[in-house]
Nanobody, 126 residues
Framework: QVQLVESGGGLVQPGGSLRLSCAAS????????VGWFRQAPGKERDFVAA????????YYADSVRGRFTISRDIAKNTVSLQMNTLKPEDTAVYYC???????????????????WGQGTQVTVSS
């Protein structure tokens, strides 16, 4: 059983930055696909960014590409999401996800991921 714990959420003004972290149990980060999703009130859980389990290619939603950066630290078993130039529409609960068997074509589908953190709130508002 993989456990994921997010941290780093909070309130930030438009144009500001936040860095989310996800601490994983076991040797998850180096061998699993890892990703971030977000869910705003009344909406579905949407894909934000992910790293496939093999290779170093990062995948992003069009809405965050160029502003957000996903990275992993295998030694620390953590996944991070650096969020810059934040907009009010980025407001949501952000979830860390992991999966050992995900296929690349299913990376952007929340229902394809097995393990989830509890979520951390990000609010972008002046």
């Amino acid at each position: 059983q993989v456990q994921l714990v997010e941290s780093g959420g909070g309130l930030v003004q438009p144009g500001g930055s936040l860095r989310l972290s996800c601490a994983a149990s076991g040797r998850t980060v180096g061998t699993y696909s890892v990703g971030w999703f977000r869910q705003a009130p009344g909406k579905e859980r949407d894909f934000v960014a992910a790293l496939f389990r093999s290779g170093n290619n990062a995948y992003y939603a069009d809405s965050v590409r160029g502003r957000f950066t996903i990275s992993r630290d295998i030694a620390k078993n953590t996944v991070s999401l650096q969020m810059n130039t934040l907009k009010p529409e980025d407001t949501a609960v952000y979830y860390c996800a992991a999966d050992s068997r995900l296929i690349l074509s299913s990376l952007r589908s929340a229902s394809s991921w097995d393990y989830w953190g509890q979520g951390t709130q990000v609010t972008v508002s002046s």
